[in-house]
């Protein structure tokens, strides 16, 4: 099984200031057929369900804000949030669907400072 | 629009069985893979089950593989989830998610307690 690990357990960041979350997989996620990482990142807020963020380790979904962006290849990534506003707080989820079975990682709260 | 709706939770006893539904409309259901996901109280998100467009092929976590079956109804564009010899383990919130993960239900929750 491929094991997501994520770091921060959580953390509190200032208004407008960025917030950066960590995903470490224990195998590679990158396809080497299509050069895809298979890589999603997620948004949870209490009493919701997980709403996608970003895809391909780096795809914004529609509708996200641009505030919102993925980065990394292989096994390490990133979300970066570059100007926490109040309605980011959150639990943020990162997941490979490389193989089965999918995994997700632990999770990241964030917090206002 | 794409809207997903599970039901069949509730409270059932150790050792009982359940069967969730996930009622699908907005898109065309037959041509998706679907997931369930759960999440037990306070806890991160688990992955548990898929099943393809089709219904011919399944996969399971090892934490429920043999004791709970996957199973899609395309005519009823309907998704199942037939679980049994439940754990308090398995209390939580189950939610069916389309396969290209843009899509999720609003859960329902599970609990199995005497």
């Known amino acids: 099984d491929i094991v997501m690990t994520q770091s921060p357990d959580s953390l509190a960041v200032s208004l407008g200031e960025r917030a950066t979350i960590n995903c470490k997989s224990s195998q590679s996620v990158l396809y080497s057929s299509n050069n895809q990482n298979y890589l999603a990142w997620y948004q949870q807020k209490p009493g919701q369900p997980p709403n996608l963020l970003i895809y391909?380790?780096?795809a914004r979904e529609a509708g996200v804000p641009d505030r919102f962006s993925g980065s990394g290849s292989g096994t390490d990534f990133t979300l970066t949030i570059s100007s926490l506003q109040a309605e980011d707080v959150a639990v943020y989820y990162c997941q490979q669907y490389f193989g089965i079975p999918l995994t997700f990682g632990g999770g990241t709260k964030v917090e206002i400072k | 629009e794409v809207q997903l709706l599970e039901s069949g939770g509730g409270l059932v006893q150790p050792g009982g069985s359940l069967r969730l539904s996930c009622a699908a409309s907005?898109?065309?259901?037959?041509?998706?893979?679907m997931h369930w996901v759960r999440q037990a109280p306070g806890k991160g998100l688990e992955w548990v089950s898929g099943i393809s467009s089709s219904g011919g092929n399944t996969y399971y976590a090892d934490s429920v593989k043999g004791r709970f079956t996957i199973s899609r109804d395309n005519s009823k564009n309907a998704l199942y989830l037939q679980m049994s010899s439940l754990r308090a383990e398995d209390t939580a919130v189950y939610y069916c998610?389309?396969?290209?993960?843009?899509?999720w239900g609003q859960g329902t929750l599970v609990t199995v307690s005497s």
């Open positions: 998610a389309k396969a290209d993960w843009r899509y």
């Open positions: 907005g898109f065309t259901f037959s041509s998706y893979d």
């Open positions: 391909w380790a780096s």
